[in-house]
């Protein structure tokens, strides 16, 4: 039994903050029931996003509600909150919040209480002061971001097959991608083979009209999957006729002409950011300390370093590597850590309430899997290496396992059976981003703004 009764605050609805509150409400099974124990959750979406799979949602491999995990259906037990948290003071154990009841009402951000905080606020797209970025460039951290990077890339298919202007055509069907992580290669890559299968369906576009450009800073990608299998995938791709950029930055995506350092000027419609990411700005309005880099200081037991009370895990937190050989190092921010923190992270919330010892956070790097489109795939698991359709296969054995409920295994597996008997979807549903549009035009009204204002473009 709890010690005394508790009102856990859970802030932020993804990885750390989802597998946490899930735990929480599968140990304290009997204080939930009795009143002892209150469990809110707050996060600005109702849903928690598998982000692993939102190349395959891009490429109409699985449906976008697949890629989602309903919070509300998961976490029965927990009070689910849609909002977000502008501000913590942790001495005082209050956070503000916002809903959209608070934007209707007028009355400014109401106030709750905790007793115990988990912070779980994730992070933020990585952006630089690049000209022309915020105005034109695409963002891949999010479901919407994923669905309507596909509409945008069948639209720019469908302007380039009806234009006559050379000019506005080669713009259409020139697809730059900076950030030679897991998002930009398996963005690129599904994207790719998506389009290459909808060109068929085009009479005046073929798969050797596009150009699709990968520029990354550093001298390889993916990193993750260690220097051989990232040669590998730069040989691939390029193989593909996939432009693979390496030691180049982008410096100006003003009036639709991506300039790299290279000396390069592209004119294109279409520029996807995915360079890196960096902690929730939430940080920034706590009183808990931080790192140099923005992250929460964190213990080993996933407590906030000084902080009593206040917990975190995930890409805001800076988790000590107990496993590292050398002095210092710290947890890799992605989904693998991310997950089995969580359950520590439960457990020790869990053990604090009860009086027992903490737990220590230790999980050796087991490796990584990325896909390189359809039957391909590179591959580091223990050191062993795997390329082509074996780590194609593995990657989506792996992402099964790992991705939330069986409901949601069911479904994916579904859809992977069945786009192995059926063809592609290519339909571009753009117009979900302004369903009003055609009402308001019936209606006297006036048309959304000018597609040449669109950041994507769209029509």
């Not at 501000?87 to 709750?112: F, N, Q, V, Y």
């Not at 022309?132 to 097959?161: C, P, W």
């Not at 074996?390 to 992977?416: D, G």
């Amino acid at each position: 039994m709890v010690k005394e009764r508790a009102r856990i605050l859970v802030v932020g609805g993804g990885y750390v903050g989802m597998y946490t509150a899930l735990r929480l409400q599968q140990k304290l099974k009997r204080e939930l029931r009795q009143g002892d124990v209150e469990i809110t959750v707050v996060t600005p979406d109702p849903y928690m996003t598998y982000q692993p799979f939102l190349p395959e949602a891009a490429a109409g491999s699985i449906s976008p509600r697949h890629v989602v995990v309903p919070l509300r259906r998961v976490l029965d037990r927990c009070h689910v909150v849609v909002g977000e948290v502008t501000a913590i003071d942790h001495t005082k154990r209050t956070a503000s919040l916002t809903t959209l009841a608070t934007d209707e009402e007028g009355d400014g951000a109401d106030e709750i209480g905790y007793d115990e905080l988990v912070l779980a606020p994730g992070s933020v797209s990585r952006t630089l002061p690049v000209p022309g970025l915020a105005e034109y460039g695409i963002g891949f951290k999010t479901v919407e971001e994923a669905i309507g990077l596909r509409n945008h890339v069948i639209e720019q298919m469908d302007i380039a097959s009806s234009t006559r202007d050379p000019a506005i055509r080669d713009a259409a069907l020139t697809f730059v991608f900076v950030g030679g992580g897991y998002a930009g290669v398996e963005a690129l890559a599904e994207l790719e083979d998506m389009a290459r299968y909808a060109a068929r369906y085009y009479h005046n576009v073929r798969h050797e009209d596009m150009k699709w450009i990968l520029v990354e800073a550093a001298d390889r990608i993916l990193p993750e999957v260690g220097a051989e299998m990232g040669r590998y995938a730069v040989t691939e791709l390029r193989r593909r006729n996939i432009q693979v950029l390496l030691e180049t930055r982008l410096e100006s995506c003003a009036g639709r002409v991506a300039v790299l350092s290279d000396g390069q000027r592209l004119p294109t419609r279409t520029v996807v950011w995915t360079a890196g990411v960096k902690p929730h700005p939430l940080l920034d309005a706590t009183d808990l300390p931080r790192t140099a880099r923005g992250r929460l200081k964190c213990t080993a037991q996933l407590t906030v370093d000084g902080a009593e009370h206040a917990w975190a895990a995930g890409d805001a937190a800076a988790v000590p590597d107990v496993t590292a050989a050398e002095p210092g190092a710290l947890t890799a921010p992605n989904a693998q850590h991310a997950v089995r923190q969580a359950r520590v992270l439960g457990d020790n919330i869990v053990h604090a309430l009860r009086g027992e010892p903490l737990q220590t956070y230790a999980h050796s790097y087991a490796g990584s899997v990325a896909s390189l489109g359809l039957h391909k795939g590179v591959a580091q698991i223990y050191g062993r290496r795997l390329k082509g359709y074996p780590a194609w296969f593995m990657h989506r054995v792996y992402h099964l396992s790992r991705v939330p409920t069986w409901n949601r295994k069911a479904r994916v597996l579904a859809e992977w059976t069945l786009s192995g008997l059926f063809k592609r979807e290519i339909v571009s549903l753009g117009s979900l981003e302004h369903p009003r549009a055609e009402f308001e035009l019936a209606a006297g009204g006036k048309l959304h703004p000018d597609p040449s204002d669109d950041p994507k473009g769209s029509n």
